[in-house]
């Protein structure tokens, strides 16, 4: 047997003797991360130049958007939504996805560098209250007078750290 396959085998070995910790480890990560499903309230974190009052006024075009959408307004910006195959997100066309939405609720709001200066995108991301293993990234392009573009919309996973 080759020098590599014993210290595999080895390997494969002492990690079974130490599995039950493990899942015991896991199993508690996992029942503290249902604890903490709860969306986290508060001020976004800001990055990439971002300032609280154009989070604000964002927040506040995009709950507009959302007000003349229900109300059967004519509304003219380009609106993407999607997710992973397997997740329940990927059933839920762009039109829904948006209107329920909650955009007072943004966590993480991040300038995204471009060299369209026409262009100005700015992403946020929102943690979903019941399911708190997937996020919504929603990148937000405002125009050159500041109107909405588009929204585009991605639920993923968070990121493992």
Not at 56 to 80: A, C, I, P, S
Request: hydrophobic share 40%.
């Amino acid at each position: 047997m080759k020098l590599e396959t014993r210290l595999f085998a080895c390997f494969l070995a002492a990690a079974s003797l130490s599995l039950p910790a493990c899942g015991q480890a896991i199993a508690q990560g996992a029942e503290a991360d249902r604890g903490s499903a709860k969306v986290a309230e508060g001020p976004p974190y800001l990055r990439g130049g971002v300032t609280s009052s154009e989070v604000t006024d964002l927040v506040k075009k995009l709950k507009d958007l959302q007000h003349q959408l229900r109300k059967g307004e004519q509304t003219y910006f380009d609106l993407l939504s999607g997710a992973n195959a397997s997740f329940r997100a990927a059933n839920v066309s762009p039109r829904e996805a948006f209107l329920d939405m909650a955009f007072e609720k943004v966590f993480i709001v991040e300038r995204v560098p471009t060299q369209n200066k026409l262009w100005q995108p700015i992403r946020m991301s929102y943690r979903i209250e019941n399911d708190p293993r997937s996020i919504w990234e929603v990148e937000v392009v405002l125009g050159i007078h500041g109107q909405v573009e588009r929204v585009q919309m991605l639920n993923k996973p968070p990121a493992p750290f």
